[in-house]
């Protein structure tokens, strides 16, 4: 069965550190992958997607995700993190179908 | 930003109740989703609609129904609410089934008691 595993409930991190978050899926064929990310009471926002070609995309607020075939990864990166990043970040697959598999998210705290 | 409004935004019920959640987009765009948010969770679907009168369960449906009358209107149903469905409800659309991001309402905050 597909499904979308973020292993970290949450994450710290310093302002202006690196920041990488995991996503794990499961998926038999080339999948639909994205990253969305939601602020406090708000909606979901995407920040990048990939469907084929360059496996390092490219996404808005300085975002990027590398797509690995061989560990079945989707991982999100931003360089330099700022406190506005503070959020909840969600991975998903596209399911076949109508169908998106959303990760359980990953709260990111962002420190002075 | 994407035209979706969801009504209402928060409600308190009690249980035995019918309750109907609506979202309303702008966009004509063709496929509408209903999920619910709960932590540890992440998002569930519970209904879709590919087009008006069609829609289909998600899968998380038992105890909820769906309408769609018309293109910009989903409306979903809990056709007698229960503690179980105290949850955050959000709605999205998109233009295409896979390959298209899905753009989200505001969500409403539902609590049965």
């Known amino acids: 069965a597909q499904s979308v595993t973020q292993p970290d409930i949450h994450i710290t991190v310093s302002e202006g550190a690196s920041l990488e978050l995991r996503c794990n899926y499961s998926y038999g064929a080339t999948p639909y992958l994205f990253w969305y990310v939601q602020s406090p009471g708000q909606g979901l926002q995407l920040l990048l997607k990939y469907f084929s070609g360059d496996t390092l995309v490219q996404g808005i607020k300085g975002f990027e995700a590398e797509f690995k075939r061989s560990q079945s990864s989707f991982n999100l990166r931003k360089p330099s993190v700022h406190w506005s990043d503070a959020a909840e970040y969600f991975c998903?697959?596209?399911?076949?179908?109508?169908?998106?598999?959303f990760g359980a998210g990953t709260r990111l705290f962002v420190k002075a | 930003d994407a035209g979706i409004t969801q009504s209402p935004r928060h409600k308190v019920t009690e249980t035995g109740t019918p309750v109907t959640l609506r979202c309303h987009q702008t966009e004509n765009h063709r496929y509408m989703y209903w999920y619910r948010q709960d932590p540890g969770h992440g998002l569930r679907l519970i209904h879709y609609?590919?087009?008006?009168?069609?829609?289909d369960k998600g899968e998380v449906s038992d105890g909820y129904s769906v309408s769609r009358s018309k293109t910009e209107d989903f409306l979903l149903t809990l056709e007698s609410a229960t503690s179980s469905q105290t949850s955050v409800y959000f709605c999205?659309?998109?233009?295409?089934?896979?390959?298209?991001?899905?753009?989200f309402g505001p969500g409403t905050r539902l609590t049965v008691l």
């Open positions: 609609s590919y087009g008006v009168k069609d829609t």
């Open positions: 999205a659309i998109s233009d295409a089934r896979l390959d298209d991001e899905q753009f």
């Open positions: 998903a697959v596209g399911a076949g179908g109508f169908k998106t598999i």
